[in-house]
């Protein structure tokens, strides 16, 4: 009777010092909130419910010593088993700590991107290195207890080869979109092309990117062909863009007075619409004789990416108008064609 009277005793003992132990641990988590570094708070949640396990553990396998076990249940009392046990709360502590410095650290560098990828690479982080300690901790304690662990690695190997043969794609397009998010080719909004696809991009997700092209239709290209794809970005450095249009007039033309009136034209139009900027300037050029034509080029700056359909619309008209006026000839493609009597 008096070993049962103090087996209670210690388990009580045992109850009292985890309940003192908890308020301790819920004391120094307000004392790590007032603090500025996060750390603090990370090593208090990650070793305060492992000791309260532990201890109420410790205080349940002292109390079975003063208790008769029952035949066959001696190995209860087996102090390798409470390293066992140890063993486990250490994983524990590791695994909550590696989650929440991830968890932590994670949001506060994803706060700073405004794609989702990195949240979900985060997600991703967590639940691998959690399973991953386990792993390792549950092979240490069956290794600690004697028991082969050989056949469970060999297993292990395989089944990772397996699922790394089955999911080469996923893996490949799981790394490229980590690759997106580290290089930052490009944001979410902005208009790429990549391998002669043109559109907006929409969102960026563990495997794939959707961008919507000029016609509007969503398409869908794999991480791992970004990565390894000249990507070209229309809103980096910045969200102008240069527009050319090219411009052609007969020969015979006064070519000093065609280049004045297009440089009339576009600077008029920097000014009297919203599209094109005024610095830089517009400029033309007279680049060369072609074969029916005297070829310019105007060089127009827009202010953003995609407008460059207005800004042609409105010069063309203009051109269209003034050439008109003027009595400046258009060419069109032409043969002159001489023949011998």
Do not use: C
């Amino acid at each position: 009777m008096s070993d049962i009277l103090i087996a209670a005793g210690i388990i009580l003992i045992g109850i009292i010092a985890a309940y003192i132990v908890a308020q301790v641990f819920k004391w120094l988590r307000k004392r790590a909130d007032l603090t500025e570094s996060r750390f603090d708070d990370i090593l208090v949640l990650s070793i305060g419910k492992p000791i309260i396990a532990g201890i109420l553990f410790l205080s349940f396998f002292l109390a079975m010593r003063y208790v008769a076990v029952p035949e066959g249940y001696a190995w209860i009392v087996d102090g390798k088993y409470l390293n066992a046990v140890y063993i486990l709360l250490g994983a524990w502590v590791v695994s909550i700590f590696v989650e929440n410095f991830i968890k932590l650290y994670g949001q506060w560098l994803s706060a700073k991107t405004e794609s989702d990828l990195d949240d979900k690479i985060i997600d991703i982080l967590e639940v691998t290195v959690r399973y991953i300690i386990w792993f390792v901790a549950i092979l240490i304690v069956l290794s600690y207890l004697g028991i082969d662990i050989t056949p469970l690695i060999a297993a292990g190997g395989v089944f990772g080869l397996a699922v790394a043969l089955a999911g080469q794609d996923l893996i490949s397009n799981f790394f490229g979109g980590a690759i997106i998010l580290i290089d930052k080719p490009f944001s979410i909004g902005d208009r790429i092309k990549i391998d002669g696809y043109l559109g907006d991009v929409e969102s960026v997700g563990p495997r794939s990117t959707r961008i919507k092209t000029l016609d509007y239709q969503l398409l869908t290209i794999p991480n791992s062909k970004i990565a390894n794809s000249v990507v070209t970005n229309y809103a980096m450095p910045d969200v102008k863009l240069k527009v050319k249009i090219p411009v052609s007039v007969a020969y015979g033309s006064d070519v000093h007075r065609v280049k004045e009136i297009l440089l009339e034209i576009s600077r008029d139009a920097a000014t009297s619409t919203p599209y094109i900027l005024t610095d830089p300037a517009p400029g033309v050029y007279f680049l060369e004789f072609g074969a029916s034509s005297l070829d310019y080029m105007m060089v127009i700056w827009a202010k953003r990416f995609n407008m460059s359909w207005e800004i042609k619309d409105h010069i063309n008209f203009e051109i269209e108008r003034r050439f008109t006026e003027e009595g400046i000839e258009i060419p069109f493609p032409q043969m002159d064609v001489h023949m011998r009597e």
